[in-house]
């Protein structure tokens, strides 16, 4: 048997619901795969915080670095919230990993599924992902104000974007999208961003070329959101930044079915350090401790995670599942603990007639 050292950082909010789900199902699909997981919680969040002034300590980090792979459900309190006002749970935990970890592929797959309450009427078959870079832009944190409370109040906020990252990032959207439909989309904001528009430009010409079976379509993010509602069929993989690719993507969970089915990987591809598997959305505090949150986000990172160590054909068992759940939904309105059990149901069915065929 193998075994991989999975850290769960359930976090706050719906985070520990969503991922009690996904825990089940993430061991209902290894049962009999020769894959044990050996679990560790870290209990880390808004809740930690305010309860030992600490956000995620270098102790903490470095056990987490320890492990094969990482599953997240959400941190972060109620936004506004005063008592987390210092802490910035957002920026101190989430991106502390995803940059320390190196998690320069931020990978959000659309699917539309069969019977899903879809906002678009008719849409064609949606599948897409987007390649969301994860370490630059304008989230590194390079910034600054002076005269902070007056009148005369500067604020910066400055975007990075290195020629080695935008690279590294684009040439694994190239690869990504050579495996599948071979269309890439750049989208970014190169009529204004011109220094940073103009480097993503120039890398996805450079990389293009080594990937001539690849087609390649440029669009600026504005124009984008209008063709994710329109014609979202049209997409097969973005590739863009690391705010672009936050704002698009719950737009791309909103018109797939809701947010509580977008999930994501925060993938380092050079397997240097642990990847990272969370659900799209946030720790959603007007429902949390009612059972109303829908876990399949977070189930279906777990099938992210599991393709993502090799095991893809449980991975593919936990989409099937999910994609019979979506189907029989209806309008009945079901606990969180339900929609998972749900799911190991029809996996459970599902992995069944295998075992009748053996006799
Ligand atoms: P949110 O995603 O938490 O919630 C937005 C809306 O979507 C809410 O109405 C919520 O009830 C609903 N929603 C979210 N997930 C759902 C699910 N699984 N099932 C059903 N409904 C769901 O975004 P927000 O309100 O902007 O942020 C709340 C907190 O979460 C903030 O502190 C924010 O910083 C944090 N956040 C964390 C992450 C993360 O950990 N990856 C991501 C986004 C936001
Ligand atoms: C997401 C979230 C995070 C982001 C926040 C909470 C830092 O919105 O994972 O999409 O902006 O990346
Ligand atoms: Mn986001």
Do not use: C
Not at 34 to 41: D, L, M, P, Q
Not at 87 to 107: C, M, P
Not at 237 to 266: E, K, P, Q, R
């Amino acid at each position: 048997p193998r075994t991989v050292k999975l850290a769960l950082i359930p976090g706050d909010g719906i985070g520990p619901e969503v991922v009690a789900e996904a825990v089940k199902v993430l061991d209902a699909a290894t049962a009999g795969s020769g894959v044990e997981f050996e679990k560790t919680h870290f209990s880390l969040g808004a809740a930690r915080y305010l309860e030992t002034g600490d956000v995620l300590t270098d102790d903490d980090l470095a056990a987490i670095a320890a492990h094969d792979v990482i599953l997240l459900g959400a941190v972060g309190g109620v936004p506004g919230d005063p008592r987390l006002a210092n802490a910035n749970i957002e920026r101190g935990l989430l991106l502390k990993l995803r940059f320390s970890l190196d998690h320069y592929v931020n990978l959000r797959p659309t699917v539309i599924y069969p019977g899903v309450p879809s906002p678009l009427a008719s849409h064609g078959e949606v599948d897409f992902v987007v390649v969301r870079e994860g370490t630059e832009g304008p989230y590194v944190g390079n910034g600054g104000a002076i005269r902070q409370g007056t009148p005369h109040e500067v604020a910066n906020e400055v975007s990075v974007n290195t020629a080695y990252g935008v690279e590294r990032v684009v040439r694994d959207a190239f690869a990504r999208a050579q495996a599948r439909r071979k269309k890439l989309t750049l989208v970014h904001k190169t009529n204004v961003l011109t220094f940073a528009g103009g480097l993503w430009k120039r890398i996805v010409d450079e990389v293009g070329a080594t990937f001539p079976e690849v087609a390649v379509d440029y669009l600026h993010v504005d124009a984008a959101t209008i063709f994710l509602v329109t014609d979202p069929a049209r997409f097969d993989v973005i590739v863009t930044d690391n705010l672009f690719g936050d704002i698009l993507t719950d737009l791309a969970g909103a018109i797939s079915g809701g947010i509580g089915l977008a999930a994501s990987g925060n993938i380092n591809p050079d397997g240097t350090y642990p990847s990272m598997f969370e659900p799209v959305h946030g720790s959603a505090p007007d429902i949390a401790g009612l059972g109303k949150a829908d876990p399949t986000a977070a189930i279906l990172s777990a099938a992210l995670l599991l393709e993502h160590i090799g095991l893809p054909d449980e991975a593919g068992a936990i989409r099937e599942a999910v994609v019979a759940d979506i189907a029989g939904r209806g309008g009945a309105s079901r606990t969180t603990s339900q929609i998972g059990d749900a799911i190991v149901s029809a996996l459970t069915a599902a992995a069944a007639p295998e075992l009748t065929t053996t006799h």
